[in-house]
């Protein structure tokens, strides 16, 4: 087999599918998404799906309340197709340690347009009456937040796009690229050469290995993460929001079959490295008693609850735990990847940012500036309104 393609975007995960979305969306149509084995089969498959707005630079804030108004929008975007996006809200609690922080975050999102407020504990229990408080000293709400379908927001998206004239090449890997001169030429596959002028390396767990390709060092650790459901005893079954604790350093969000999800906050998982094709994806019992520990003292009806299911997918971990999205390496390379647990509720956004970026390029305050590769090598770390606790 020998194709053409005027961009090749490497792995089909939602990173992926939503720049093959925003590319045909901008015109570019002569496109080749390649994906290894199937669409969303990778960690986004295994992902939370959580949609929430608690971020703590400028550039993510606008991000993720881009990307919360895709989700709403995305059946009539996508020509019918759904994200199972379901709007739960969130709450977020805190004690006097990161107090300041949450307020200055809150402050930070509110001047974006996002809609979050400074709860007390007592409003926190109002609005979920199951939590424990008292160990608590602040809190805030976003009632517009929810979660979705990782699964099926990856696949309505590459559907979108391959009604635009996007081609979708799954179980196809990527062996190699060539260049000419210091540019991109082609992709090397499974199933032959395709010839490409522009290559988008949105392979997640696996980005750095394809960067070697192309002569790329992009710093990404890959590290395992746990996630519990735990079945709510038949007394206490009723809806309730996503719950981020800060004290426990867990979140929490519904999940089908009477069930609540449970997963670490943790970021001592950096120290559980795994290797994205043989890493062991299920909990011991020591992991998922943890999580059910942890989950019950947010939540203490959850003493009576036990976990029915348990999983564990990957992240790709930049070293300030935020992505690398740059044009970089030989012309025409392009990477989104080191999302670091967030790729999924910012995809509509970041897929639209890496499109205009193979499309205009960068300019002078495009918010793409602030994840440019070179910030590593800079000392220019990106840091939140949170400092070194670097989950947000």
């Known amino acids: 087999m020998s194709e053409r393609a005027e961009v090749v975007i490497i792995g089909g995960g939602v990173t992926g599918a939503s720049t093959a979305?925003?590319?045909?969306?901008?015109?570019?149509?002569?496109?080749?998404?390649?994906?290894?084995e199937f669409?969303?089969?990778?960690?986004?498959?295994?992902s939370s799906a959580c949609v929430r707005?608690?971020?703590?630079?400028?550039e993510t804030c606008r991000m993720v309340l881009k990307a919360l108004r895709f989700f709403e929008r995305f059946e009539d975007l996508t020509k019918g197709r759904t994200a199972g996006f379901v709007r739960t809200g969130y709450l977020l609690g805190v004690?006097?340690?990161?107090?300041?922080?949450?307020?200055?975050?809150?402050?930070?999102?509110?001047s974006v347009g996002i809609d979050t407020r400074l709860v007390t504990p007592t409003e926190m229990r109002d609005i979920e009456p199951r939590l424990r408080i008292d160990d608590l000293t602040a809190g805030c709400y976003e009632p517009e937040s929810g979660h979705a379908d990782p699964a099926q927001t990856t696949a309505g998206l590459a559907a979108a796009a391959r009604d635009m004239g996007v081609r979708v090449m799954e179980q196809t890997v990527v062996t190699g690229m060539r260049t000419e001169g210091d540019r991109i030429a082609a992709v090397e596959t499974s199933k032959g050469v395709i010839a490409a002028r522009k290559v988008v390396n949105a392979a997640g767990t696996w980005a750095a290995g394809v960067g070697t390709m192309v002569?790329?060092?992009?710093?990404?650790t890959v590290c395992r993460h746990k996630i519990a459901l735990v079945a709510w005893p038949e007394d206490a079954r009723r809806p309730h929001p996503m719950v981020y604790d800060f004290v426990n350093n867990i979140y929490t969000r519904p999940e089908t079959g009477d069930m609540i999800l449970v997963g670490p906050l943790d970021s001592e998982e950096l120290d559980d490295r795994a290797d994205p094709d043989a890493y062991r994806e299920g909990l011991n019992l020591d992991e998922s008693t943890d999580l059910l520990a942890r989950g019950a003292a947010r939540f203490p009806v959850l003493e009576r609850g036990w976990v029915a299911k348990h999983y564990a997918g990957c992240f790709?971990?930049?070293?300030?735990?935020?992505?690398?999205?740059?044009?970089?390496?030989?012309?025409?390379?392009?990477?989104?990847?080191g999302f670091s647990g967030h790729g999924f509720k910012l995809s509509p956004a970041v897929g639209d940012m890496v499109a205009k970026l193979v499309t205009e390029g960068k300019k002078p305050g495009d918010d793409v500036n602030a994840f440019r590769l070179s910030r590593f090598a800079e000392g220019k770390p990106i840091r939140g309104t949170y400092g070194d606790w670097l989950m947000c």
């Open 316 to 337: 790709d971990v930049a070293p300030d735990w935020h992505p690398v999205i740059d044009e970089v390496g030989p012309e025409g390379s392009y990477v989104a990847a």
């Open 53 to 58: 707005q608690h971020y703590t630079t400028p």
């Open 21 to 36: 979305y925003h590319l045909a969306q901008r015109g570019v149509r002569d496109v080749v998404l390649v994906e290894k």
């Open 39 to 46: 669409l969303a089969s990778g960690p986004t498959g295994r």
């Open 95 to 110: 004690d006097d340690r990161l107090r300041k922080p949450m307020e200055a975050s809150v402050a930070l999102q509110q």
């Open 215 to 220: 002569g790329l060092d992009i710093p990404i």
